[in-house]
């Protein structure tokens, strides 16, 4: 039987202000606001149904030119790039001993791709499986252990990732997002994504009908006359993604295309959870999430097969997963402790 655990973060951890205090939702301590090391990464490319994507590998320390590592690659949040999120991760799992793999999916940050800024999970999961394949190419990494861990959309990727690619050894979704349209119809209403979608599909027969692409806003504080439609009009997301933008993602696009939000609304890896196995998966998720809700994460480990092993950290919101500690680095630990147990020597 799969287990499921709890991790309380120490008191003084938590004396973060709740989201209505804090709009910004930064720790209370600036200390616990993580920053990514550049020195860490080497910058890599790949290519990936014909389109050459750019990503950054972490090696672990020490590791000499020809030494072979178990391989991690990862995935991050939607309309993310390389630099946002997962440098965090990386690091961690790197100086664990695996060699890890991040990466810009196509038509986003330094990766090639038309139209650009253009989200599709179906091809995003295509890259990620590319990436796997690139990973157990490399002469400095082990086949027989590759393993993937993902953060956000990232963490539902991985789960249909490794549903697809049966190389995969280990999964590990973190804060992940499993059923996309119902997570928006939770938020907005049967009748209010109804509307939402229409608007949305107006849209993209006006791109039919003109060959011009459309686009909307990444993310915004909320619906206004200014700003009608947005990918995500969540205060929290405008948070995160306004001030990584500007102080380490330069790439990361303010705009995305509104053909993205068709097949994205209708991601759900909940189904694929079941073909993952027997691959032994892990889901880590925040005990308060309003952006990517706890109940579709249980619903996912629900489905699962063993082995499994669900961790619930307690969280104020979603984005303490990101780039905030104590919450990356118990996330991560328990990650390396998954990929540990896993991708041992055969």
């Not at 938590?14 to 910004?24: G, K, L, S, Y």
């Not at 790949?46 to 320390?61: D, E, I, K, M, N």
């Not at 005990?287 to 669900?310: G, N, R, S, V, W």
Request: with cysteine; glycine share 8%; charged share 20%.
């Amino acid at each position: 039987m799969g287990s499921v655990k709890m991790i309380r973060i120490r008191p003084t951890a938590m004396a973060m202000a709740e989201p209505v205090d804090d709009p910004h939702y930064l720790p209370a301590d600036p200390k616990d606001l993580l920053k990514a090391d550049p020195r860490r990464r080497s910058p890599v490319r790949f290519p990936s149904a014909g389109v050459p994507l750019a990503g950054y590998l972490y090696r672990p320390p020490g590791a000499k030119a020809g030494d072979r590592t178990p391989g991690v690659a990862m995935c991050g949040p939607i309309s993310s790039v390389k630099e946002q999120t997962l440098p965090h991760y990386a690091e961690r799992i790197s100086a664990a001993g695996f060699t890890v793999l991040t990466f810009d999916p196509r038509s986003f940050g330094e990766s090639g791709g038309e139209p650009r800024a253009h989200y599709d999970p179906n091809r995003v999961i295509e890259d990620y499986a590319n990436a796997v394949t690139y990973l157990s190419t490399r002469d400095d990494i082990d086949p027989a252990r590759i393993g993937i861990v993902g953060v956000c959309m990232g963490g539902g990727f991985a789960v249909s990732t490794a549903a697809r690619h049966r190389k995969v050894r280990a999964v590990v979704a973190i804060a992940g997002g499993y059923s996309i349209g119902g997570t928006f119809q939770r938020f907005m209403g049967v009748e209010g994504f109804a509307k939402f979608r229409e608007q949305i599909n107006e849209l993209v027969m006006k791109e039919y009908r003109t060959g011009e692409v459309q686009y909307i806003p990444t993310i915004s504080k909320g619906f206004t006359p200014e700003i009608p439609l947005a990918v995500m009009p969540l205060e929290e997301a405008f948070s995160y993604y306004d001030r990584t933008h500007r102080s380490d993602a330069p790439t990361w696009s303010e705009k995305m295309t509104v053909a993205s939000l068709e097949p994205y609304f209708l991601y759900n890896s909940i189904v694929h959870a079941p073909l993952v196995a027997p691959t032994p998966i892990l889901f880590i998720h925040g005990t308060k999430d309003t952006a990517l809700l706890p109940e579709f994460a249980q619903q996912a480990y629900d489905a699962a097969l063993e082995p499994k092993e669900f961790i619930w950290i307690e969280t104020h919101n979603h984005i303490e997963l990101y780039d905030q500690d104590p919450y990356v680095s118990v996330a991560a630990a328990e990650a390396i402790g998954w990929l540990r147990q896993y991708l041992r020597s055969p």
